[in-house]
């Protein structure tokens, strides 16, 4: 073959494996992987397109799309589009073994390019995925916290960016990373592996920071303690991503093995962490689609039984969504001096008729017109945040 060198084989690699007899190859294993991985990284982005097309919904109602929700969107279409150069890689008969893989170079050479690609969009739309919910976390956050998270967002994405950088310069010139045939020279293995290793590893520690930082903003605010529960556990998801980057990590060494089957745990391990922080980032703005359901279903409840004359329930006494009652007016009397009141007084003060002998008696008539608002309106959930006052 042309161009062939026949010192150009890494020497980095662990040596492949001798010649077998017969019998010891029908012993060794025979199953093939790739199914598998097919079946789980399509599952996992099918619910992460679940989660992420009920979070444009409710953004979209309420209140409209900002950057953190592209940058979700951009991490989907990484991972989606990792998901399709796996299924091609499957067909390439990426999951078998070593010994049951056809002897075809060409075929050789095209899995690694596809497998490289793959690898990249992988690191892409996990870093991306971080990257948004960050970006949520800095619209609600102030002073020292908003410092961390930009530190975290730049660092993070320089990490991993150098991964996904390092996948395509190791190697000179670059058809030697797919081509080992090729003339050439490559950066030792070992030092790839090593960091890969601590770039993940850096990642799962900030996926477990970013989730642990909502605690830290919401306690501050202004809410029933309850409310403070549920938006800081919805918000904190993300624990569940650093978990899957930390398993992630734990797969990194396989890279060094001969047999490439070794590395397909890596890449389901790898869909997973985007997947999971994917449906992380829609969880806290998908309470408030579960906050109309619920809403949805008092209404209707209520609508259905007769009340009694003489019951006073929150349906009379709330007027209906998007309905303006009429107006009302309220007199005030006051004699020459007005006197000092509580600033929670109450409507008996305001109504009430008493006033200064001897003095100009002020009349004043105000129309007040209101028009009610149904809860979720009010409730959407960053907006919310966003209006408590951090004390």
Avoid at 126 to 137: D, I, N, R
Avoid at 165 to 178: A, E, G, T
Avoid at 270 to 281: K, L, P, Q
């Amino acid at each position: 073959m042309d161009g062939f060198d026949p010192t150009a084989i890494p020497t980095d690699l662990p040596p492949p494996p001798q010649p077998l007899t017969p019998a010891e190859l029908a012993a060794l294993p025979h199953d093939n992987a790739g199914p598998r991985l097919n079946a789980t990284i399509w599952v996992l982005v099918g619910v992460a397109t679940g989660f992420l097309v009920l979070r444009f919904y409710c953004k979209w109602r309420h209140r409209g799309l900002w950057w953190d929700d592209w940058i979700l969107f951009g991490s989907w279409v990484c991972v989606t589009a990792q998901c399709c150069l796996l299924s091609v890689a499957v067909s390439l008969h990426y999951g078998k073994h070593l010994w049951d893989y056809p002897i075809d170079f060409d075929n050789g050479v095209r899995l690694a390019k596809v497998i490289n690609a793959a690898g990249t969009l992988s690191l892409t739309a996990a870093v991306w995925s971080k990257t948004s919910f960050a970006l949520t976390l800095l619209r609600l956050s102030e002073g020292w916290m908003r410092g961390a998270i930009w530190f975290i967002i730049v660092t993070m994405n320089v990490a991993m960016g150098l991964s996904a950088l390092f996948i395509w310069v190791h190697c000179d010139p670059p058809p030697k990373i797919w081509n080992f045939m090729v003339p050439g020279t490559c950066w030792d293995r070992r030092v790839l592996v090593n960091y890969d290793i601590f770039s993940a590893a850096y990642s799962a520690a900030m996926d477990l920071t970013l989730a642990l930082l909502p605690w830290k903003l919401i306690w501050g605010l202004q809410m029933r303690k309850q409310e403070k529960f549920g938006v800081a556990l919805a918000m904190s998801c993300g624990i569940f991503a650093g978990i899957t980057a930390i398993v992630k990590t734990t797969k990194i060494p396989s890279m060094l093995s001969f047999d490439p089957a070794d590395g397909v745990d890596l890449f389901i391990w790898g869909n997973a962490e985007s997947c999971v922080t994917i449906v992380a980032a829609s969880i806290p703005v998908l309470r408030v689609l579960i906050r109309e359901v619920r809403s949805s279903g008092r209404r209707y409840y209520i609508s259905g039984d007769p009340e009694p004359e003489d019951a006073f329930s929150s349906s009379r006494l709330q007027p209906r969504a998007g309905r303006k009652e009429p107006a009302r007016t309220i007199v005030t009397v006051s004699g020459g001096r007005t006197p000092k009141t509580p600033d929670n007084w109450s409507d008996r003060s305001i109504l009430d008729d008493t006033h200064s002998p001897g003095h100009i008696v002020q009349t004043s008539e105000v129309a007040v017109e209101f028009e009610a608002r149904r809860d979720s309106d009010s409730m959407f959930e960053m907006r919310q945040l966003g209006n408590h006052r951090i004390v």
